[in-house]
Antibody, heavy 117, light 107 residues
Framework: QVQLQESGPGLVKPSETLSLTCTVS????????WSWIRQSPGKGLEWIGY???????NYNPSLQSRVAISVDTSKNQFSLKLSSVTSADTAVYFC???????????WGQGTVVSVSS | DIQMTQSPSSLSAFVGDRVTITCRAS??????LNWYQQKPGKAPNLLIY???SLISGVPSRFSGSASGTDFTLTITSLQPEDFATYYC?????????FGQGTKLESK
């Protein structure tokens, strides 16, 4: 079955850019929407944005000025970039696949990203 | 943004009990409401989508319902593996938003 795996640095310095990649295995990235979601004790679960396999995106307005999500169908991967990070961006970051009604039916295991100097 | 108010924030129950968790949306959103179970250190797991459609493989003791902007997750005959945190999520319109969670603990 389809599995997702997040990868990227676990520590990012303030004001720098957080970069994560989600690798899709066991299925194709084509034909689906894919999201990034984060979870922190202070803000709970927060949807960051999604990308369609053709590159169309939609971002959370609260993060829109700092977020970019891209897709590489040849590698079956999609990526997240979050710029100008602060300690408020410290969280567990998940990638997820959209199901019917834009529920999220497949999730990565999550990766902890800490923002600290 | 659509705000999701989930209650209670925590709940204690015995194995075999029937429990109900509620989410109230800040505006009408048809049935675009999904429920997840999350255990410590794990990603959320989709249980129900479209307010009442059970994901394949999820036990039938889980059910969901809707009434206007109020949505309910019911677990009948609670099992030991059901103690976890539950979240609702609206998918009616981006930005998709989640409830604050209900931690279900063993009494």
């Amino acid at each position: 079955q389809v599995q997702l795996q997040e990868s990227g640095p676990g520590l990012v310095k303030p004001s720098e850019t957080l970069s994560l990649t989600c690798t899709v295995s066991g299925g194709s990235i084509s034909g689906f929407y894919w999201s990034w979601i984060r979870q922190s004790p202070g803000k709970g679960l927060e949807w960051i944005g999604y990308i369609y396999y053709n590159g169309n995106t939609n971002y959370n307005p609260s993060l829109q000025s700092r977020v970019a999500i891209s897709v590489d169908t040849s590698k079956n991967q999609f990526s997240l970039k979050l710029s100008s990070v602060t300690s408020a961006d410290t969280a567990v970051y998940f990638c997820a696949r959209h199901y019917y009604d834009d529920a999220f039916d497949v999730w990565g295991q999550g990766t902890v990203v800490s923002v600290s100097s | 943004d659509i705000q999701m108010t989930q209650s209670p924030s925590s709940l204690s129950a015995f194995v075999g009990d029937r429990v109900t968790i509620t989410c109230r949306a800040s505006q009408s959103m048809s049935s675009y409401l999904n429920w997840y179970q999350q255990k410590p250190g794990k990603a959320p797991n989709l249980l129900i989508y479209g307010a009442s459609s059970l994901i394949s493989g999820v036990p039938s003791r889980f059910s969901g319902s809707a009434s206007g902007t109020d949505f309910t997750l019911t677990i009948t005959s609670l099992q030991p593996e059901d103690f976890a945190t539950y979240y609702c999520q609206q998918s009616y319109s981006p930005p998709y938003t989640f409830g604050q969670g209900t931690k279900l603990e063993s009494k």
